[in-house]
């Protein structure tokens, strides 16, 4: 505001100015919000994802990019193991905790039911999920990236996917 005028700012005043290109372009894509999960008690680490792909083969597999700085990503490799959990519609603000962008007092396993797995911590409510074993993790741009094999999954219900598109949770069954 300057004197008795207030400036309105055509683009978000607190958007990156260097924008990259590239970026934009990973946010147009989207991605489903899935939650991976390892360890158990007081050595349990969660991490959201939305850079996940389930690969076919005589073997299943799931690739995901994780933080190379998150604890969840240092646990898993300690674990050797992990869950995966689809998020829906309503479960943002456990997105957002695990993500790190979201308060949670006592952390970010206090805001739901968790069934313990030899994988790792499980949502007790979820229908969509796989019980995972490490296969080889890499550096991979700025990321790390995971290669699990399948051990069991359950496909369940899916009226209400979860999904990150530009910067916001969107749930594309509606």
Avoid at 138 to 158: C, M, N, P, Y
Wanted: glycine content about 10%; charged content about 25%; hydrophobic content about 35%.
């Amino acid at each position: 505001m300057t004197g008795d005028r207030m400036t309105i700012h055509a683009e978000h005043p607190f958007m990156d100015p260097d924008r990259e290109a590239a970026r934009q372009l990973r946010g147009r894509l989207g991605g489903r919000v899935t939650l991976l999960t390892t360890g158990e008690g007081r050595r349990r680490a969660g991490l959201t994802v939305s850079s996940l792909l389930v690969v076919d083969g005589p073997q299943w597999r799931t690739l995901a990019l994780a933080d190379p700085d998150a604890d969840f990503t240092d646990r898993v490799e300690e674990t050797g193991r992990a869950v995966v959990h689809f998020l829906d519609d309503g479960q943002q603000y456990l997105a957002d905790a695990f993500a790190g962008r979201a308060p949670a007092p006592g952390g970010p396993f206090t805001l739901a039911t968790w069934t313990q797995t030899a994988a790792g911590p499980r949502l007790s409510d979820s229908q969509n999920w796989a019980e995972l074993t490490l296969e080889s993790a890499d550096d991979l741009g700025w990321s790390r990236q995971l290669v699990f094999t399948v051990d069991h999954a359950t496909a369940g219900e899916d009226e209400s996917p979860l999904h990150h598109i530009r910067g916001r949770y969107r749930n594309i069954s509606k």
